[in-house]
């Protein structure tokens, strides 16, 4: 499991819109619980919030994992007509 972790760290995170949001920099893990909790971007996209500011994104938004991370959702977002 380690290194499934490791593979995560430096994997780039974009919202349900293809917006970049950020890259991951640490997996936030619940020792006592064996879970990963979340996932913390340090340098967050300034288009998502505000400048300087890291984020700890949950793991239930993550939608899937793989050359990239995608999100169901990301609460900056703007949500339009159609949206869900």
């Known amino acids: 499991m380690l290194e499934n972790i490791n593979n995560i760290k430096g994997l780039e995170i974009y ?3 293809g917006i970049f949001v950020g890259v991951v920099d640490e997996v936030i893990i619940d020792i006592p619980g064996m879970e ?9 996209n300034p288009a998502l919030v505000d400048e300087n500011v890291s984020v700890s994104i ?6 899937s994992i793989g050359d990239v991370i995608l999100l169901y959702r990301f609460p900056n977002e703007r949500i339009g007509p159609g949206s869900a």
């Open 58 to 63: 949950p793991m239930r938004w993550v939608q």
């Open 15 to 17: 919202a349900p819109n």
């Open 36 to 44: 990963v909790k979340g996932l913390f971007v340090a340098d967050a």
